[in-house]
């Protein structure tokens, strides 16, 4: 099975981290993922910000970039919710026909890590190490757009010494929600903080989640506020081993 | 809107007019929440509030196994109905007229206050009671009415509060909720000429206080004016759902009752009510059934009103339902449950809105009746988190329909303007860089993509990305690290694979 990355560009330019953490949990797991250098962006910025003309070019090369590989798969719940949900629509409104067919084809065999994981190759125990008590943020689009469910909560519950603290009103949204952190910044602020107070509540060292842009927003407001929490992607708790931990 | 274009129309349909009703507020979305935001008491009033009704509903919809098939029949009705509208319309009036009642249809706001106005000065009243009803908020109604000399009595526990407190609605479903008791025991010591003085903030003896205050009006009331939350196009049978029974008092008692009504509360047949009276209830309030649900077709000869005129209302209405990609809109029920789990409407509550319709519906549904030019902020009044869409009764995608008004507005204005926008500009920028990986590449490692984006200024702050300084006030920046991920797979395995 020739399987894809797929490193979603808020990741390869700001948290390469995640990137490198996927590759080694795949590579643990047998798994010989590539990188297509090829790819850039899944256009969801500019879907959601109005932009869907825009976006066309994005959604021509990531169907294009990934069509010839067995799988891809992307640490973001995010951008395969728009790549499962968003580029259809956008190949139906400005591109041809054979676009539809192919940017369909290629969403069927997109997977978020976690489903990547658990329903792709069946494994829930990835055979990591991480000795820190970390509550679970599950993302609005990994929740809602993907329904991935529990599959983030029994990858980490099979990771060794890791002690999993249920977050109170998990399912409410961080506030990041794109360029809406920006256009009504006092909203998302306000939700923000009671997105950290619920979290510290638990006594968390560590929050993490399935999307680098829901914990680049948490862990900003973390780092503001100097909490003593972090936020770590779960590519990164999954790859953690005693030699080789992710802190 | 200025680009749709529908065959067989001479033009599009006319928005919602300006300069009437309550579909449009002063401020824009986030100069509003930032000011409801400061308000520590409606930040504590809503989140409590939205808590627990949200459990409520949960538990509830969780005991229906068919809850999801329920959802799917209600989503059906809907779609097929507005997909007929035209004809269930005139099966709808014909049946009202058979059954003794009198129909006028309304274009807009000022034609629906209009029929009002001349229908209760016909009466020779100077006062009516009114069911609580969306539609005639929307309108202006009580406005239009006292403008004219005629005093509109909300008979609604919770617009009643909003009334007496000079206050607007904030909640399609409980009007005051961003009032505690407290404040409402405030309101009623102050505006009602014969409370008891020594009345505490029981909820019991504020609804008693209420209780007797209305009743007298109730008995003396010679004209009622309702919404509807359902009418049946087969039987003409129209339908309101309530908590109180005030509503039953005035669709009984007073001799003349009129009904304003979007035109797409309609159901086909009489029958449909099976679902959409367990859909609602569930949704809204979060019971199995609401106490009282009224039912009335036309007149019936010595028993409730002896005058019924029904007035269907468009206001906007055909425009939405002219747009494939936001028509939805239209099937809403209007049980609230959207606002009840929305982060963002949790947080500011339904004034910051503008509208009468507030949270997830409110931010698809008036910019679509009021055209989008004049509610543009209220799109992106949402983190897109899909709660709303989740709940939802008859399964209106909300989050799809607000990215669909998202671009409805960005090509409006870019048809309109030659210049593009500023946020426009970054938005072909970032595209045109991610749409070549060289350039891509080139942008990661030279560290430019801000100086890139924000080339018009050559500063960082000025593009509409998690960079500016609405992101900076509140959080922390991650710094950008030495190696991109390309650059390090590049490393590692030697260029491409």
Redesign the interface.
Known sequence: MRTALF?T?L???????V??ATVRVLERLGQDV????????C?Q???????????L??VE?FATVFAPYDAVVAPSGSCVGSVR??HA?IARRFGSAGLVEQVEAVAAKTYELSEYLVDVLGVTDVGAYFPHRVTYHPT??S???LGVGDKPIKLLNAVEALELIELPAA???C??????????????????ADKMRNVLDTGAEICTAGDSSCL??I???F??IRAGAKTVHLAQILAATRKDPAL | MSTRVMLGFPSMPPPAPRGVGNLRGEDKFPVAARRALANTQLRHNLGKATTTIRAKRAQVVAELPDWEELREAGRQLKVHTMAQLPDYLAQLESAVIARGGVVHWARDANEANAIVVDLVRGKGVDEVVKVKSMATQEIGLNEALQAAGVAALETDLAELIVQLGQDKPSHILVPAIHRNRAEIREIFLREMADVDPALSDEPAVLAGAARKHLRRKFLAAKVAISGANFAIAETGTLGVVESEGNGRMCLTLPETLITIMGIEKLVPRWQDLEVFLQLLPRSSTGERMNPYTSLWTGVTPGDGPQEFHLILLDNGRTAVLADADGRDALNCIRCSACLNVCPVYERTGGHAYGSVYPGPIGAILSPQLTGIEDNASLPYASSLCGACYDVCPVKINIPEILVHLRANHTETYAAEHRVPSAEASAMSAAAWVMSRPKRWTYALRSGRLGRILGRKRDVIGDVPLPIAKQWTDARDFARPPQQTFRDWWAAEHGGER
């Open positions: 490193i560009c990741a390869d330019a700001l948290f390469p981290e990137g490198k590539e990188f297509p250098s090829e790819q850039t962006c256009g910025m500019h879907v959601n910000t109005g932009y869907q003309k825009q976006a070019p994005l090369r949900h968003q629509m609005c689009h929740l809602r757009m399912d409410q949204c506030g990041f929600g794109g360029t809406f952190a920006i256009k009504n910044a006092d909203t998302s602020t306000a939700m923000l680049l927003h862990g900003g407001g780092s503001r």
